[in-house]
């Protein structure tokens, strides 16, 4: 039984550089979520999708972000011209609809130097 | 609007000692409520959660909670702490019909010989 799964796992990138993560969400489950940690905190929720619509997106998902999931099953969250600010661990959920259990992956935790 | 508190964010306790995590929510609506563990550099492991069924929730590890109404509560007990206890534990908020849930800022469990 495959849970989710990010990649990368980590990621070094200069202020202003463009950085794509990765999630495959557990197969057949529809929702997938994603949120963001920065040290000391719990996970913030950014956005989430039903099969390939995005539903919601948090205000803390900027004009910078984007995130898509254009098949319904594998998604991945862009972050143009990034920012020290942005550093953190951004970690991907997936549920079955109708179930409000939400699994976690690895998370890919991110530095902006 | 929802949210979580988590009182204390460091709890220390002996091997074989009592475990209490403590986590008051407040929600305008009936909650489902989640622990879930989180040890370095990893993603978010469900302990337990709670869906409106039984009050006490018995999770993997020995893990249980209790579901109190009354006290807006759900903290996290273990009879006998283990070493391998030692991580950081999140508890969550969420509700039928909105996807993301709403974590507490959690509560790293340190565990001494």
């Known amino acids: 039984d495959t849970g989710v799964s990010q990649d990368p796992r980590h990621k070094i990138t200069k202020r202003g550089q463009n950085v794509t993560f990765r999630c495959d969400p557990i197969s057949e489950h529809n929702r997938l979520y994603w949120y963001r940690q920065t040290l000391g905190q719990g996970p913030e929720f950014l956005t989430y999708?039903?099969?390939?619509?995005?539903?919601?997106k948090s205000r803390l998902l900027s004009d910078r972000f984007s995130a898509e999931r254009p098949k319904g099953s594998f998604s991945t969250l862009e972050i143009q011209r990034t920012e020290q600010g942005d550093s953190a661990m951004y970690l991907c959920?997936?549920?079955?609809?109708?179930?409000?259990?939400?699994?976690f992956g690895p998370g890919t935790r991110l530095l902006v130097l | 609007a929802q949210s979580v508190t988590q009182l204390g964010s460091h709890v220390s306790v002996s091997e074989g000692a009592l475990v209490l995590l403590r986590c008051n929510y407040s929600?305008?609506?009936?909650?489902?409520l989640f622990w879930y563990v989180q040890y370095p550099n990893q993603g978010l492991q469900l302990l337990l959660k709670?869906?409106?069924?039984?009050?006490l929730v018995k999770g993997i590890n020995d893990f249980e909670a209790e579901f109190k109404k009354s006290e807006t509560s759900f903290h996290l007990t273990k009879p006998s702490a283990h070493m391998s206890d030692a991580a950081e534990y999140f508890c969550?908020?969420?509700?039928?019909?909105?996807?993301?849930?709403?974590f507490g800022t959690g509560t790293r469990l340190l565990v001494s010989p």
């Open positions: 929600s305008s609506v009936p909650p489902y």
């Open positions: 959920a997936s549920s079955p609809t109708g179930v409000e259990t939400q699994y």
């Open positions: 999708f039903q099969n390939e619509a995005q539903l919601e």
């Open positions: 969550a908020v969420g509700y039928t019909g909105f996807q993301k849930l709403v």
């Open positions: 709670y869906t409106s069924a039984a009050t």
